[in-house]
């Protein structure tokens, strides 16, 4: 972050100052006092379980020179705020601000991707694309991870520094409102949206609150800036009629009047598919063709990929280099379709991040291309969270995927998750074919003895059943046995 007086602090947030004015932060802006430095402001969030107040003092214990908070602490150089998340996000809305009004004018560029799907993949594929043109890692941030609330977006924005050339960020969302805060925190040069579906429907109430939602992308960009939306989604394209007169839109997509576009897609037997990436307006005899292999597992992918191409391309950045860059980017974020051969011939697709329908049935669908006819295809799937009354009839659904995709084995974790197993079992799986277990250690137990080499086996749920832990497991259970014999 750039570095700030107190006082500088407390006039961007509202806040009382109670400490010396000229005390300045030099270090990050952290909130678990374990990530304090010397020169760190120290954010105390309230929570559930914890109160950052009480951690405040060892924070500064550790170097921290601020500590921005609700209420007076004894002893500490505080900020008072009403309420320290929106004071976060307060401040990093005014360092952006600066960086981009500094040396005239010139600041990151940022863009920022939202969508029901696909988002940090976008968000990783975007950054690789644009390193080279920043000049290094150094000049560009796009965080590893999911850091796409109230919370992980503002703290990344604060990582700014005036060497910053590219800010990518992704904006998540379960709420009506939600991106517009966003955006205003950190308004992008550059907005994508990706496909508008049903995760958090049991927030949101319906598929039109969240199709709004996200639509809230187009007119959170800056004067001038571009909009980037999937044309193979019709509530996506739909949201080009909400965009400024100032506005540029570009659209990606398979469709014949996509802006930039995937022809002649091909999926090898490890999943990955291969395209030719064509940019044109439509009715445009001056295309632009070049030949896209993704090293990313799923063809699901091509979406996610046209649309960095897309925005990179709006960025400047020449075909033929996104072209590429996009042949040899690599998945940056854990837990999202990462492949492991394992020792004994296990291969491994741990998705376990999180779900919904949609991510649910194309991860499925892409081990069934990577099972193949000659290997056992072992789907391990959790619950998918926040659906709503659809609930039951989403995991339903699944199940009966399930089957109709021949995939051999089904493992279903958690009561959450049981009427993906009813639903498997109602379409027409007998037998063991799918198998109920109660919790992870009942999964890990049964992995662990029924796994067979050439298997491939694929781990999927919604974050909060912590199917990661199960992911990290089968990944690396072979390599440990072997490693202790």
């Given amino acids: 972050m750039i570095e700030l007086t107190a006082a500088q602090v407390a006039a961007a947030t509202g806040g009382r100052l109670h400490a010396d004015p000229d005390v300045t932060v030099t270090g990050s802006v952290v909130i678990d006092s374990r990530d304090a430095a010397p020169g760190a402001l120290f954010v105390a969030l309230p929570g559930e379980r914890v109160d950052g107040h009480d951690f405040a003092a060892t924070a500064v214990a550790a170097g921290a020179a601020l500590v921005l908070a609700s209420r007076e602490l004894d002893g500490l150089p505080t900020v008072v705020v009403d309420d320290p998340q929106t004071a976060l996000g307060d401040l990093a809305r005014h360092v952006l601000a600066t960086v981009r009004g500094g040396a005239g004018g010139v600041g ?22 644009l390193t080279p043109e920043a000049g ?11 850091f796409n609330n109230e919370i992980g977006l503002p703290l990344t924005v604060l990582r700014v520094t005036a060497a910053t050339r590219y800010l990518v960020l992704e904006m998540g969302a379960d709420r009506v409102g939600n991106i517009a805060y966003l955006t205003r925190i950190a308004p992008p040069d550059v907005g994508v949206v990706l496909r508008v579906g049903v995760a958090h429907v049991g927030h949101f109430g319906s598929v039109e609150a969240i199709a709004k939602t996200k639509g809230e992308m187009v007119t959170g ?3 001038g800036g571009t909009v980037v939306l999937n044309a193979d989604d019709l509530r996506v394209a739909e949201m080009a009629g909400q965009a400024a007169p100032t506005t540029t839109v570009q659209t990606f997509g398979t469709i014949p009047s996509a802006d930039v576009r995937a022809e002649d897609i091909e999926v090898d037997p490890a999943g990955r598919a291969s395209f030719v990436l064509r940019v044109s307006r439509a009715g445009d005899a001056d295309a632009q063709r070049a030949d896209v292999a993704l090293q990313l597992v799923g063809p699901h992918h091509v979406s996610n990929a046209l649309a960095a191409a897309t925005a990179a391309l709006r960025l400047g950045v020449p075909v033929a280099d996104v072209a590429k860059r996009l042949s040899s980017a690599t998945a940056q974020s854990p837990h999202r379709m990462a492949v492991t051969e394992r020792p004994d011939g296990v291969t491994v697709i741990d998705d376990a991040y999180n779900a919904n329908p949609d991510s649910m049935k194309a991860a499925l669908r892409t081990l069934a291309v990577m099972a193949g006819r000659t290997r056992r295809s072992v789907a391990v799937l959790g619950g998918m969270h926040e659906l709503g009354d659809g609930s039951r009839a989403a995991h339903d659904e699944i199940g009966r995927l399930v089957v109709r995709l021949n995939i051999k084995q089904l493992v279903v974790v958690g009561d959450d998750a049981y009427h993906i197993h009813e639903g498997a079992m109602q379409e027409g799986s007998w037998g063991s074919e799918s198998i109920f277990v109660p919790d992870l250690a009942a999964a890990r137990l049964l992995l662990d003895e029924s796994l067979e080499p050439g298997d491939v086996v694929l781990v999927k749920a919604s974050h909060g059943a912590n199917l990661a832990e199960l992911g990290d497991h089968l990944s690396m259970a072979k390599t440990v046995e072997d490693n202790n014999k």
């Fill in 221 to 223: 960009v800056v004067d």
């Fill in 136 to 146: 290094g890692e150094h000049a560009i941030i796009f965080p590893k991870g999911s």
């Fill in 108 to 129: 990151p560029k940022v863009v920022a991707v939202t969508g029901s799907v696909g988002k940090t993949t976008t968000k990783d594929l975007l950054g690789q694309l």
